[in-house]
């Protein structure tokens, strides 16, 4: 028998090549983006409420003006929830693919990102029943109008999930290197900062740090080389 008969598994290996896809990190990235700045925005809609919030006739006089703001928000949070999942599915293959046979960490991860988009779709469906109320406030009872707008400020501001997710690739990271050291290093730090909003009652606060690791490592998945 010749050699020639054996093919040649590295040569084909080269020619089979193709550059991995990163739609997926690039769309977690606009997810990120999407989620804080349409909360932000949103936030404002209760800007001008001051004294207000102790009456909720007031309260409602006070938001009626900002009403667009409502649907603002709902379309950010829907942006948000569907580039989340995109990404969730995204992460949870490549780390499939770096990581050992049988880790956690895909899992976990996709598991933190699906967690952030289940909040933003859940916080941003209350938009639709506060905007047509704010629409006809006279025929809605004021109080009914303040509960909505206590969900409005919750729900999608939780981003804890994006906290878990954070550390998995951060253990992944360093451990495995299915990413980069300078992502699990920031990807560490995000997740402490996320752990510390829920350590205290500011839960909300869990949106800053929990965006910013899904901008940033969206970005730095998306932009990576390939190994």
């Known amino acids: 028998m010749t050699n020639s008969t054996v093919p040649d598994r590295s040569a084909a290996a080269v020619q ?17 983006l ?15 409420v001051g ?27 829907v942006i948000a929830a569907v580039s989340l999942i995109v990404f969730a599915a995204g992460l949870r293959r490549h780390l499939a693919v770096q990581e050992p046979a049988g880790s956690l960490v895909p ?24 905007y047509w109320a704010l629409g006809e406030p006279d025929r809605w009872d004021p109080d009914t109008i303040a509960a909505l707008v206590e969900v409005y400020n919750t ?4 981003w804890a999930g994006a906290g878990l997710a954070a550390a998995a690739v951060a ?4 451990r495995h290197g299915s990413a980069s050291r300078w992502l699990a290093g920031a990807s560490a730090v995000l997740a402490l900062l996320v752990a510390a909003t829920q350590a205290f009652p500011v839960q909300y ?19 990576r080389k390939a190994r």
């Not at 253990?171 to 360093?174: D, E, H, L, P």
């Open 16 to 32: 089979t090549y193709t550059a991995p896809r990163r739609g997926w990190a690039l769309t977690g990235a606009v997810g990120g």
């Open 34 to 48: 999407a989620g804080a700045v349409g909360i932000f925005l949103g936030a404002d809609l209760t800007a001008d």
């Open 51 to 77: 004294d207000g919030i102790k009456d909720n006739a007031q309260l409602v006089a006070a938001i009626v003006a900002h009403r667009d703001l409502v649907w603002v928000y709902q379309v950010s949070s």
């Open 107 to 130: 899992g976990i991860a996709a598991a933190g990102v699906g967690l952030v988009a289940v909040a933003a779709f859940i916080g941003g469906g209350i938009c639709t029943e506060l």
């Open 155 to 158: 729900i999608g501001w939780l």
């Open 171 to 174: 253990v992944g990271g360093f």
């Open 205 to 223: 606060a869990s949106l800053f740090p929990g965006a910013l690791w899904v901008l940033v490592a969206g970005l730095g998945f998306g932009l």
